[in-house]
């Protein structure tokens, strides 16, 4: 394991999520995000704890979990969070050495390292804690005798159970960020920096990302092959109204999971495939699109087709990205999800974060918040 990457890190293996009702958000995920069910757990496989279901779509792989018993930990999650991201997974090399190093450079252990197996195999598995109450997973596979050790199709004690959902076309996570708590923000990049090997990538300060309100502070975490990218928020003080991000961790309760970014190829279509389904996204004014020209220059698609989807546009000297932000997929307004396609910029969309973020301060003032 190199100083770069000190943990032996290879790349997201899924992301879980504890939610109130897994069978609705698999049919949710399915419907309207376009994810193929690939695995469960339950009572008719043995599992008497809890229920998942194992989405996937491409390289995206999310795991939905709701406990059976109220004793359950997940119970305790979901009453104090609602749904929300419990585990970021990272398959790594050896997951008692990430384990092992990580809690020797500072993290707080959360599982220790045991073997996780059943008839197809066994994975090795431990994780530490974040921010919140989420966690980070440690998985590997022993590939001592020249292959895979695990044939499953997922983890063990999942069973293979295939349902196709009608692929949107998100490919791959391109960046989870976590709201922290005021104040906390350097705290936890510093970790992802001490534990994780990781470096600071980008900066906003308050004057990149102030409405009359929405204030916050944002720094990007990154892996240095600028594979896995976690952006840390914190609210800043606006003038006199709520941070979005103080909103968030008012009804999370916590620091945690703000949004999921998934990467596309073709975001007309990806867009507009959701769109069909039902997904609801944020709109920013028609006059957004009138300065595009001469703020982005020249792009591939036709203005026209992105005011009628709602995608937003950036550019930075490499090359522009096109993305667009759904409303929280929850009751209380945490989790929401970012489409993107980026076209050479390696950017997150900071001048879109003025218009974005007055549409936000629109939908916090419907919900009495701002
Ligand atoms: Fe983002």
């Known amino acids: 394991m190199s100083e770069q990457n000190p943990l032996g890190l290879k790349k997201i293996h899924h992301i879980e999520f504890f939610v109130g009702n897994a069978k609705q958000a698999e049919f949710y995920y399915r419907n309207a995000f376009g994810f193929s069910r690939l695995a469960y757990s339950g009572l008719e496989t043995g599992n008497r704890e809890t229920t998942s279901y194992v989405m996937s779509q491409n390289r995206i792989r999310f795991v939905f979990t709701t406990p059976l018993n109220d004793d359950h930990f997940a119970a305790e999650h979901i009453r104090k969070h609602g749904d929300g991201v419990r585990d970021i997974a990272f398959q790594v090399e050896d997951a008692d050495f990430a384990f092992n190093e990580a809690v020797k450079r500072g993290a707080k252990p959360a599982i220790e390292p045991h073997d996780w197996e059943d008839e197809n195999g066994n994975v090795r598995h431990a994780a530490v804690h974040t921010y919140g109450d989420t966690i980070h997973s440690f998985i590997s596979y022993n590939t001592a005798n020249n292959g895979h050790n695990y044939s499953g199709p997922f983890l063990p004690t999942f069973t293979e159970q295939r349902i196709e959902g009608e692929d949107v076309g998100v490919q791959i996570i391109d960046h989870i960020v976590g709201n922290v708590e005021l104040g906390k ?33 944002s720094i990007v975490m990154s892996d240095s092959g600028h594979n896995i990218k976690f952006p840390i928020n914190e609210p800043a003080e606006g003038k006199g109204g709520k941070s979005q991000i103080q909103e968030y961790i008012d009804y999370y309760k916590s620091a945690g999971v703000q949004h999921v970014a998934l990467l596309c190829k073709d975001i007309l279509h990806t867009v507009q495939k959701l769109e069909d389904n039902g997904v609801e996204f944020l709109r920013v004014p028609d006059t957004y699109y009138d300065e595009i020209p001469e703020r982005v220059g020249e792009i591939d698609e036709s203005i026209e087709d992105l005011k009628r989807l709602g995608i937003l546009v950036d550019r930075d000297p490499e090359g522009y990205l096109l993305q667009i932000f759904t409303k929280p997929v929850e009751d209380r307004p945490t989790v929401f999800y970012e489409i993107l396609q980026r076209k050479g910029c390696k950017g997150f969309g900071k001048g879109n974060f003025k218009a ?13 918040n701002l």
């Open 185 to 217: 923000m350097n705290h936890w990049c510093d970790y992802y920096g001490d534990v994780m090997g990781f470096e600071r990538y980008i900066t906003f300060d308050d004057k990149d990302i102030s409405t009359e309100y929405s204030a916050l502070m």
């Open 356 to 368: 974005l973020f007055v549409s936000i301060e629109e939908e916090q003032r419907r919900r009495g």
